[in-house]
């Protein structure tokens, strides 16, 4: 039978069929790429395209530049767009008709304007953030036209030129933001509006019409300074210390760990920080008699680790039913220079956890646990001193640490760990037992290891 030569032999002689073949498997493991296909968007600053070649200096002058990964657009200073008489057609500084969540970051204080239309434009859900604060001006335009969700937080706005909602399904949310809008017509146009750690500080009336029920001409939204609060449950059977929004009276409150109860009485701010000395602090005056013979539970939540009252003056005296005080970890006590009849009265209360109190500067610790009858321990670190201690373990009768209880040992002197009535706390990493983690303990350690 005669052989016929393949279809490529009769193309390719012997080397070139080699030469084929090698190109071909080089061709398959290592393709030839064309030109990467450059990515346009329909997103715009200062009338530029954004594309995926100029998108790290959009403008090439270190102005803007904008990360697909994150769709984040980065401002690093001022830009303005001309108007149609001075240079022509007119155009906003930022349009965006197809990032989806995009997100403006400034990384200082500077200023965008605009010299016909809206500053920012965005058809989609726009977020701004940013480290100073941002000056919108625009000369016929809105300051922000949004026809989707825009959010505005950790930051602050100054805009000549309104807030624009396309229509009134779309919403506009301001979280923990200072912002002020000015515009002759009105200045936030947006029926679903959301502030979250802020409020409306012009108008008076906390709404953004005027008193004749037209839209405010200026809008002053301003973030809410935290200040320390106390707060009852409606039971008064919980005590609540906070630092952020004060909750209002008789309105619904969420603490930190998610319960919502009802404030029915709420102090703040110096009653919490600087009562002075010697005066029962406002939820423990007389008008409280009810509601604190009749609290069980005082809770210290995280975000009061921040607040440093200087006066612990009866802040739990006579809390007769009080059995648990949760969060001392988020308790400093560092500025605190009394602490006389703080736990005074508090019978049943079996354990008090003392390991975070700093009492360098306290001089007044009389009667500090006086008639605290069903104390049975009290954790602390360290031994506690100070001039003026009359009293202070006065009555508890079942207090027990290094020794027992003795009627006639009742004054500061045992306020210790060795031999007094405190109990050292057991702490994860202390090995030679003093109540505290340092680098004894690591010798400590190695000894124990290299039996010494």
Not at 2 to 9: E, G, L, V
Not at 75 to 96: F, H, K, L, M, Q
């Amino acid at each position: 039978m005669k052989n016929h030569p393949s279809p490529s032999a009769l193309i390719f002689g012997g080397a070139d069929w080699l030469r084929f073949s090698l190109l071909s498997l080089f061709l398959l493991v290592f393709p030839l790429s064309p030109l990467q296909a450059q990515t346009s968007y329909d997103f715009y600053i200062c009338g530029t395209r954004v594309t995926s070649a100029n998108a790290a200096d959009i403008l090439g002058d270190g102005v803007f530049s904008y990360n697909e990964a994150t769709k984040t657009l980065t401002i690093s200073g001022d830009a303005r767009t001309p108007t149609a008489g001075d240079e022509g057609e007119e155009y906003g500084v930022i349009t965006n008709n197809e990032i989806e969540d995009l997100t403006i970051y400034i990384t200082k204080d500077l200023t965008l304007e605009s010299g016909g239309e809206d500053c920012i434009y965005s058809t989609k859900n726009l977020i701004l953030k940013g480290e100073g604060k941002l000056n919108l001006y625009s000369r016929e335009g809105c300051g922000i036209w949004f026809g989707a969700q825009c959010t505005i937080e950790d930051m602050s706005i100054n805009s000549w030129g309104d807030f624009y909602a396309h229509d009134e399904n779309k919403s506009l949310v301001i979280r923990n933001s200072d912002v002020e809008v000015y515009y002759a017509y009105g200045a936030i146009y947006c029926k679903k509006i959301t502030l979250e750690g802020c409020y409306i500080a012009k108008p008076t009336n906390g709404t953004l019409y005027d008193d004749n029920g037209d839209r405010a001409i200026r809008v002053i939204i301003k973030k809410i300074e935290p200040k320390p609060f106390a707060v009852w449950s409606a039971d008064s059977k919980t005590l609540y210390f906070g630092n952020g929004a004060i909750p209002d009276e008789g309105a619904q409150y969420t603490t930190e760990n998610g319960t919502t109860v009802t404030a029915t009485s709420v102090w703040s701010g110096t009653d919490i920080t600087s009562s002075p000395t010697e005066t029962v602090p406002a939820w423990n005056t007389t008008a409280s008699d009810g509601a604190r013979h009749n609290c069980q539970k005082v809770v210290f939540q995280p975000s009061f680790a921040t607040v440093k009252p200087t006066s612990l003056y009866s802040w739990f005296y006579g809390f007769s039913k009080v059995n648990a005080i949760e969060g001392m970890e988020n308790f400093d006590t560092s500025e605190a220079t009394t602490t006389a009849r703080m736990f005074a009265g508090c019978s049943s209360i079996t354990t008090l956890d003392l390991y975070h109190f700093d009492t360098s500067k306290v001089t007044d610790m009389s009667s500090m646990f006086y008639r605290c009858t069903g104390l049975l321990t009290i954790y602390c670190a360290d031994k506690w001193s100070c001039p003026s201690s009359s009293l202070m373990f006065g009555s508890c009768t079942y207090l027990r640490g290094a020794i027992a209880f003795k009627s006639s040992n009742v004054d500061v002197t045992f306020a210790n760990p060795d031999t007094g009535y405190f109990t050292r706390k057991t702490v994860k990493g202390d090995v030679n037992g003093d109540g505290q983690v340092t680098i004894a303990d690591m010798t400590e350690l190695i000894n124990i290891l290299l039996g010494r």
